[in-house]
């Protein structure tokens, strides 16, 4: 990193923690239900408990005890251990939360100028300053812990895909492994980039058989780890799944996933549509409810934050859109954004298949360091190109 670049990226580190810390210190003193969400007491319970007995377990619904398959271990794991054993209190929590964004940032600057280094300032930006980002790392939720995580998965396999060492194989594996335990939506990513794998090894003209013992190190080291918590499940409960979640969302009791959800469609816009044309209607506007919010200071309680974020938030939500569309245009057969574009299509994927109405802004948060990188390379393609168009005018 030159030292003009270190200056700028430092700059741009303490203009984010300013804003960030602004916002926690006011939320604090003027908005403190903020940090408790609906979904926060279901990771703080199993947190006292495993911090109690070292057992991850919580109560059912008539008060009773048992071992827990809803949550997976990773955030209160995290909560454990700073909040319940080290005595943090939650704003301390949430101060360390604010901080593993900013690492997030750190990671995305650092596999953007692996790839080009033109790419660094720009990715950082849009992750640094990413407003849904900002406010849910507010909270007690997964979502800051998840991006850290995921982020350095995207670090390890940027570096894989650039030297092809079997160390970074193992840094994104395990660290993807580590994700799925913080938020079972990433379990079947280890899968998709298993087959990735094999593909970029075919691409770049590499022996089959390596790219099938890389992807084989790959699968092994994501997989290996989610299936001690599946075996745990097992023995404890007679599940096998990773976590009774996904099960519910899309076939237990009143499911809400995209699948079989036409038999239950109480949508006013879609009574008496086919199967076909209805799910192509509700995926798109899934779709666009996912990708297009660009969220809210609303849960500040200030009209003057609320108008603020919307200021801010319309116009930056625009901006990036426009550098993604761009840079996957532009992409054509790079390997790096290829892999990185199907990332992005997981979680979408993921998303609308397992909530369907329910998805929103928060649920973006884990594709956004891979978004930054391929709307900065999509920037800079669009601003070469203007550039090119004015030097052609002016010699014409």
């Not at 660094?120 to 909270?139: E, Q």
């Not at 913080?182 to 980039?193: C, D």
Request: aromatic share 16%; proline share 5%.
């Amino acid at each position: 990193m030159g030292l003009k670049r270190k200056r700028y990226f430092f700059a741009l580190i303490i203009a984010a923690l300013s804003i960030k810390l602004g916002i926690f210190a006011y939320a604090a003193f003027y908005a403190p239900q903020l940090r408790m969400e609906n979904d926060s007491p279901s990771y703080l319970k199993p947190a006292e408990m495993l911090a109690r007995t070292g057992s991850f377990i919580g109560s059912g619904a008539d008060g009773v005890l048992k071992y827990d398959t809803w949550r997976t271990p990773g955030y209160p794991l995290f909560l454990a251990v700073f909040h319940y054993l080290l005595k943090l209190p939650l704003g301390g929590i949430i101060f360390l939360q604010v901080f593993l964004t900013v690492l997030a940032a750190l990671f995305t600057y650092r596999a953007a100028i692996a790839i080009d280094p033109k790419l660094g300032l720009l990715s950082a930006v849009i992750v640094l300053f990413d407003l849904p980002i900002t406010i849910f790392s507010l909270m007690i939720l997964t979502e800051a812990l998840f991006l850290f995580l995921i982020a350095l998965f995207l670090l390890g396999f940027t570096f894989y895909l650039k030297e092809g060492r079997i160390k970074f194989i193992i840094l994104s594996a395990l660290t993807l492994a580590a994700s799925a335990y913080v938020r079972p939506a990433a379990y079947y990513l280890g899968g998709v980039m298993a087959a990735f794998i094999v593909y970029a090894n075919l691409r770049k003209q590499e022996k089959l058989s390596r790219g099938l013992i890389h992807a084989l190190i790959f699968f092994t080291l994501v997989y290996g780890p989610l299936g001690l918590w599946q075996a745990r499940n097992y023995l404890r409960t007679g599940d096998v799944a990773f976590s009774s979640i996904i099960q519910s969302n899309l076939l237990a009791g009143e499911p809400i996933g995209l699948l079989h959800s036409y038999s239950r469609n109480h949508d006013p816009y879609t009574q008496g549509m086919a199967p076909a044309p209805y799910y192509a209607n509700v995926t798109v506007r899934c779709f666009l409810s996912l990708m297009t919010r660009p969220g809210s200071l609303k849960y500040l309680g200030s009209q003057a934050l609320t108008a603020a974020g919307k200021t801010f938030g319309y116009p930056w939500m625009v901006f990036w859109v426009i550098g993604l569309l761009a840079g996957i245009v532009r992409m054509r057969g790079n390997l790096y954004y290829q892999s990185m574009l199907v990332v992005i299509l997981y979680f979408i994927s993921a998303s609308i298949i397992n909530v369907m109405w329910l998805v929103c802004e928060r649920l973006r948060i884990p594709m956004m360091p891979f978004i930054a990188i391929i709307a900065a390379y999509g920037w800079t393609a669009l601003l070469r190109a203007i550039f090119y168009c004015s030097i052609v005018q002016k010699e014409a």
